[in-house]
C-alpha cells in the first residue's frame, strides 16, 4: 500500500492507492465478470479538485462507458468519465470501463478522506 498525503490550504486530503484483482467479480446486486485483457490498458483514476472528484482517464477514446464504485458498491447514476461530490469523496473508489471490443476493465482502487 502506498500513501499520498497533500495538503491544500485547510484541507487535509488523504489517499491510499490499492492494488486489486482485475479479474474479480463485483458484487453489487447485480454481477459483472471483469475479464483479464490480453491487449488493453487498464483504466487509470485520478482524484481532481481537493478530493471532490476522481476521474478516469480516457485520452486514447478506448473507452464507451463507465460505472464508478464506492465502498465496492455501485453508486447509482455514476456512469460519465468522473464522479464528483461536492461535500468531498470519502472511501474508496474505482471504476468498471467497457472498451470498444466490448471487454470490462477495473482500476486499481483508490481511497479518499477529506476533512475540512
Known amino acids: 500500500m502506498k500513501y499520498i498525503f497533500l ?8 489517499i491510499l492507492v490499492n492494488s486489486c484483482n482485475p479479474a474479480e467479480t463485483i458484487s453489487s446486486g447485480t454481477s459483472a465478470v ?13 482524484v481532481r479538485w481537493s478530493g471532490r472528484m476522481v476521474i ?21 447514476g455514476a456512469t460519465a468519465q468522473y464522479y464528483y461530490d461536492s461535500t468531498g469523496l470519502n ?3 474505482y471504476v468498471v470501463v467497457t472498451t470498444l471490443k466490448g471487454t470490462k476493465l477495473q482500476s486499481d482502487s483508490v481511497s479518499v478522506h477529506t476533512t475540512p
Not at 495538503?7 to 488523504?14: P, T
Not at 473507452?63 to 464506492?70: G, I, P, R, V
Open 91 to 93: 472511501g474508496a473508489y
Open 34 to 46: 471483469v475479464q483479464t485483457p490480453t491487449n488493453d490498458i487498464f483504466p487509470v483514476i485520478t
Open 56 to 76: 478516469c482517464n480516457n485520452s486514447a477514446n478506448d473507452y464507451t462507458s463507465y460505472q464508478w464504485y464506492l465502498n465496492n458498491q455501485a453508486i447509482q
Open 7 to 14: 495538503l491544500f490550504s485547510a484541507l487535509i486530503l488523504i
